[in-house]
């Protein structure tokens, strides 16, 4: 079972179909610190660091065709959000998912799977969602589509995402979400607990895991990863203290009050409820409900990491800006395993229905 990654970012979609047992046979992300994380994480796979759009579509991929499974991806689509959109190939600014369409077209994969913002889907009463499907569905695929919340999935985060699912010659929909639900706190609350500007790349675990789901991601780790905290200012940390478990910036007098627009800022992670959606500026306290629930500090990249589903021994490289985008980013991996298994249960499925019909024809 062979697919490639289109706009892979650090790999949360690759390794969500890897841990399905799908082989990632090639990779394309154009941030070079980025690119080079995927490769740690994924030495198995070609890694092309290089835009998309620079690439020779038949000279790349000629040797796959026939080969290929799934495609999957994220191509960044920006021209659905206006009044009045051209259809969807013919505006410039979606020249990025042109090239995910045009490489599904070249090599003609059994499935693809597209992920995005959940405007896409709802944009202009649905017509780019529209133009989506009559441009694959030109092309053979029949699709289903849905904003997915990945809390529904198993991730201890509200987070909620449009996928596209195609299927050629056939028909396949997207998973539905009745898994265990997780809280925030029963991801992360075996980490060391820190203190602002306390913490290592690497160190021991210093506590047993206490929940299932800190088993699950512990399950191949012997070391801890990407802990350690962010130093915050003294005025940063002053406002923290004066802020509760389960409460905002409500509780924060009129003097240390700012002038953030983020939903959430200053406020501590509700330890029962899911995270809220994890960006990119998870160190900062100021950007949302990002402050740990008792601690005087932001959460750490692998704290970030856990709510995201990813493992502890799938480690982050590179700056700590770069770090947080490859977090922040990326599809959760648990998630994405859900959509693999479903595809993985379709081909399955599909191949004994075609065995059954050898059978049936040998006898006669």
Known sequence: MNIIDLFSGVGGLSLGFRQAGFNVVIANEIDKEISKAYKENHPKTKMLNIDITKLDIPSVFSEYKGKIDVIIGGPPCQGFSQKGARKVLDDERNYLFEYFYRVVEYLKPRYFLMENVPNLLTANKGSFKTDIYNVFEKIGYNLDSGILNAYDYGVPQMRRRAFIIGKIDGSISLPL???????????????????????MIEQEYLNPPKTNYQVMLRKNSRKLYNHVATNHSDIAIERMKLVPPERGRESLPVEHLTKSIYSGTWSRIIKSDPSVTITTRFDTPS?????????????????????????????????????MK???????????????????????????????????????
């Open 326 to 364: 490859q977090v922040g980013n990326a599809v959760p991996p648990l998630l994405a395993n859900r959509i693999a298994e479903s595809i993985k249960q379709d081909m399955l499925t599909n191949n004994k229905v075609i065995d059954m019909r050898k059978i049936e024809t040998c006898t006669l």
């Open 287 to 323: 950007s949302g409900r990002f402050t740990h629930p008792y601690l005087n500090r932001a959460i750490t990249v692998r704290e970030a990491a856990r709510i995201q589903s990813f493992p502890d021994d799938f480690i982050f490289y590179g700056t700590k800006t770069s770090q």
């Open 177 to 199: 979400g009745f898994f265990e639900k997780v809280s925030s706190w029963e991801a992360i609350s075996d980490l060391a607990y820190l203190n602002s500007g306390e913490g």
